[in-house]
T-cell receptor
Framework: DGGITQSPKYLFRKEGQNVTLSCEQNLNHDAMYWYRQDPGQGLRLIYYSQIVNDFQKGDIAEGYSVSREKKESFPLTVTSAQKNPTAFYLC???????????FGPGTRLTVL | GQNIDQPTEMTATEGAIVQINCTYQTSGFNGLFWYQQHAGEAPTFLSYNVLDGLEEKGRFSSFLSRSKGYSYLLLKELQMKDSASYLCAVIDSNYQLIWGAGTKLIIKP
């Protein structure tokens, strides 16, 4: 089945540790996105990538980093510089800017 | 600034019809999406409107008026499984997707 996988579904980390969230897609889509969602709020864009080896900051990129070395993979690192990292993180992919985005199941990160 | 407004929460009865409104002020317009998101899960695509008018898809319909900066999602024959948040998102002139905060729909028996 074509889709997007994110792992793990739940992740716990101590404050001050970096953590990397994985996102893999087999949809053969060029564009990939990382969003953060806090309780009762909409999606906020962290980073996006339209093509391999290229990515742009979204609205809330501070404290996060990404890489796009392969079309299928777009990992997100939450660094210790992110002041409030506990949130639900969603990865998405689309065929292009005016196409629907397909979402992975999400990773719920809790920093203790 | 860019802004998308949706009601925070709505309540409806099983079997009834509900209309969820979305108004937007964005720098340009290249289309509008509606997504459904169940609690703790990922959003799933419902509809896409780029031209004025009504798009019908089964029990769900979506309407767009570009001149008014307005869209609505109409859900008919409500079922308990329709309890979810409904997210409106607009593609602006830079092809950036601007998301609303979502409307939590509560269905009562």
């Amino acid at each position: 089945d074509g889709g997007i996988t994110q792992s793990p579904k739940y992740l716990f980390r101590k404050e001050g540790q970096n953590v990397t969230l994985s996102c893999e897609q087999n949809l053969n889509h060029d564009a990939m996105y990382w969003y953060r969602q806090d309780p009762g709020q909409g999606l906020r864009l962290i980073y996006y990538s339209q093509i391999v080896n290229d990515f742009q900051k979204g609205d809330i990129a501070e404290g996060y980093s990404v890489s796009r070395e392969k079309k299928e993979s777009f990992p997100l690192t939450v660094t210790s510089a992110q002041k409030n990292p506990t949130a639900f993180y969603l990865c998405a992919a689309s065929a292009g800017e005016v196409w629907e985005q397909f979402f992975g199941p999400g990773t719920r990160l809790t920093v203790l | 600034g860019q802004n998308i407004d949706q009601p925070t929460e709505m309540t409806a009865t099983e079997g009834a019809i509900v209309q969820i409104n979305c108004t937007y002020q964005t720098s340009g317009f290249n289309g509008l999406f509606w997504y459904q998101q169940h609690a703790g899960e990922a959003p799933t695509f419902l509809s896409y409107n780029v031209l004025d008018g009504l798009e019908e898809k089964g029990r769900f319909s979506s309407f767009l008026s570009r001149s008014k900066g307005y869209s609505y999602l109409l859900l008919k024959e409500l079922q308990m499984k329709d309890s979810a948040s409904y997210l409106c998102a607009v593609i602006d002139s830079n092809y950036q997707l601007i998301w609303g905060a979502g409307t939590k729909l509560i269905i009562k028996p």
